[in-house]
């Protein structure tokens, strides 16, 4: 077995870890108080490939395997979780079901518009007030008039909602009820009747805009079905599934990024006559914090490479995105207890990230759905 990187893999973490450091990070803090999107980094993504990750070259993308893109992920969310989290969602929920289950004419008219930064981003949008893990509960109608979709219904927490071209909705097209009713419509953001609410206001991630969504007789052509009618919610457990690696990804940036401010502050106070890391109480905490880290990135990337492999990953994904969560609330709060009543401070960044990492076990399945889910395979002998 070869734990290692490749050349490649190794020389792209670099290039994106410089690339946060110097223009991701020293905003991370502006971007939480002000609510503001930070178009000026993202901007610059495009050309890193960061806009489109897995997407093939032929439709304007980077085509990078799936560990490539946990790394990229990692790495975003180490700089500032709320750009983490808008790119994540744009790459892997705004663009992975096009990916995925479009046509070829599908992918060539918003593929290369989205992962190349010549447009805005895009948004998935599944949840309702109604319909939170139970997607198969969800209202959101779409009929089929002529050659038109007509939608009509309400949802919520649709992350980059107001800074996105696109959004896939998740639509109830047939009348009667089952796992069959749904399917994916994709509706551009300036389409009549799409009215997108105010940002909400969240504990933290605030640099990541995230709306409730109105659809008012929203009309849009036939074509933009996405994916066979009726299969909306298989393909929703499909891309949930790829999701929670990418949200896995994003809680160990989040733990790293509080480790690294956590160490470097143990080595700077002093207590008692020495830095306080030599104190074994704080010194405990490190250790179980770069050894949860550690295990998170060896369960995330295993799970991204037995998806590159083509084989069985729902289970590793869900244990993996379950784990690193769990664990990156404890390394922030960790973080913060050893920087004591500085931590509780916004003065200092770990105040931040404890705010931000609090939404990794809620989001692309919550921990308890998850421990469902994990659990279901194992009596079921599935991976």
Same mark, same amino acid.
């Given at each position: 077995?070869?734990?290692?990187?490749?050349?490649?893999?190794?020389?792209?973490?670099?290039?994106?870890?410089?690339?946060?450091? =110097?223009?991701?990070?020293?905003?991370?803090?502006?971007?939480?108080?002000?609510?503001?999107?930070?178009?000026?980094?993202?901007?610059?993504?495009?050309?890193?490939?960061?806009?489109?990750?897995?997407?093939?070259?032929?439709?304007?993308?980077?085509?990078?395997?799936?560990?490539?893109?946990?790394?990229?992920?990692?790495?975003?969310?180490?700089?500032?979780?709320?750009?983490?989290?808008?790119?994540?969602?744009?790459?892997?929920?705004?663009?992975?079901?096009?990916?995925?289950?479009?046509?070829?004419?599908?992918?060539?008219?918003?593929?290369?518009?989205?992962?190349?930064?010549?447009?805005?981003?895009?948004?998935?949008?599944?949840?309702?007030?109604?319909?939170?893990?139970?997607?198969?509960?969800?209202?959101?109608?779409?009929?089929?008039?002529?050659?038109?979709?007509?939608?009509?219904?309400? =949802?919520?927490?649709?992350?980059?909602?107001?800074?996105?071209?696109?959004?896939?909705?998740?639509?109830?097209?047939?009348?009667?009820?089952?796992?069959?009713?749904?399917?994916?419509?994709?509706?551009?953001?300036?389409?009549?009747?799409?009215?997108?609410?105010?940002?909400?206001? =969240?504990?933290?991630?605030?640099?990541?805009?995230?709306?409730?969504?109105?659809?008012?007789?929203?009309?849009?052509?036939?074509?933009?079905?996405?994916?066979?009618?009726?299969?909306?919610?298989?393909?929703?457990?499909?891309?949930?599934?790829?999701?929670?690696?990418?949200?896995?990804?994003?809680?160990?940036?989040?733990?790293?990024?509080?480790?690294?401010?956590?160490?470097?502050?143990?080595?700077?106070?002093?207590?008692?006559?020495?830095?306080?890391?030599?104190?074994?109480?704080?010194?405990?905490?490190?250790?179980?914090?770069?050894?949860?880290?550690?295990?998170?990135?060896?369960?995330?990337?295993?799970?991204?490479?037995?998806?590159?492999?083509?084989?069985?990953?729902?289970?590793?994904?869900?244990?993996?995105?379950?784990?690193?969560?769990?664990?990156?609330?404890?390394?922030?709060?960790?973080?913060?207890?050893?920087?004591?009543?500085?931590?509780?401070?916004?003065?200092?960044?770990?105040?931040?990230?404890?705010?931000?990492?609090?939404?990794?076990?809620?989001?692309?399945?919550?921990?308890?759905?998850?421990?469902?889910?994990?659990?279901?395979?194992?009596?079921?002998?599935?991976?």
């Amino acid at each position: 077995m070869n734990f290692d990187l490749t050349d490649e893999q190794r020389e792209f973490r670099h290039v994106v870890h410089t690339f946060m450091e =110097k223009e991701v990070k020293p905003l991370a803090r502006h971007t939480d108080e002000s609510h503001e999107f930070n178009w000026t980094a993202v901007r610059k993504m495009g050309p890193l490939g960061l806009l489109g990750l897995q997407i093939p070259e032929q439709y304007g993308g980077a085509e990078l395997d799936s560990i490539s893109t946990t790394i990229a992920t990692e790495e975003l969310a180490w700089a500032c979780g709320s750009t983490s989290l808008a790119i994540s969602a744009h790459n892997c929920l705004g663009m992975g079901p096009i990916l995925d289950f479009g046509t070829e004419a599908q992918k060539q008219r918003w593929l290369p518009h989205l992962a190349t930064g010549k447009g805005r981003l895009g948004c998935l949008s599944l949840t309702e007030p109604g319909a939170g893990s139970d997607l198969r509960n969800v209202k959101t109608t779409a009929v089929l008039d002529g050659d038109e979709w007509v939608i009509n219904g309400n =949802k919520m927490w649709a992350t980059n909602a107001s800074i996105a071209d696109t959004i896939i909705v998740l639509c109830r097209t047939e009348k009667e009820e089952g796992t069959r009713a749904l399917s994916h419509i994709i509706v551009p953001t300036d389409t009549p009747g799409v009215i997108i609410g105010a940002p909400e206001r =969240k504990m933290g991630l605030n640099g990541s805009p995230t709306h409730a969504v109105t659809f008012d007789n929203a009309r849009v052509p036939a074509e933009n079905l996405l994916g066979e009618r009726g299969k909306g919610l298989a393909q929703t457990l499909t891309t949930l599934t790829k999701g929670r690696i990418s949200i896995g990804s994003l809680a160990l940036g989040l733990a790293q990024a509080a480790y690294d401010a956590a160490l470097k502050y143990a080595h700077e106070r002093e207590t008692f006559g020495t830095p306080i890391g030599n104190h074994q109480a704080v010194a405990f905490m490190l250790a179980d914090m770069e050894t949860e880290i550690t295990a998170s990135r060896h369960m995330l990337y295993w799970a991204a490479w037995l998806k590159d492999q083509g084989r069985p990953y729902a289970k590793a994904a869900g244990m993996a995105k379950l784990y690193a969560t769990d664990m990156s609330e404890r390394a922030c709060r960790n973080a913060i207890q050893i920087h004591g009543g500085f931590g509780y401070s916004s003065e200092f960044e770990v105040e931040r990230m404890y705010r931000d990492t609090r939404l990794m076990s809620i989001g692309e399945g919550t921990s308890e759905i998850l421990r469902m889910v994990i659990g279901r395979h194992i009596m079921a002998g599935t991976e």
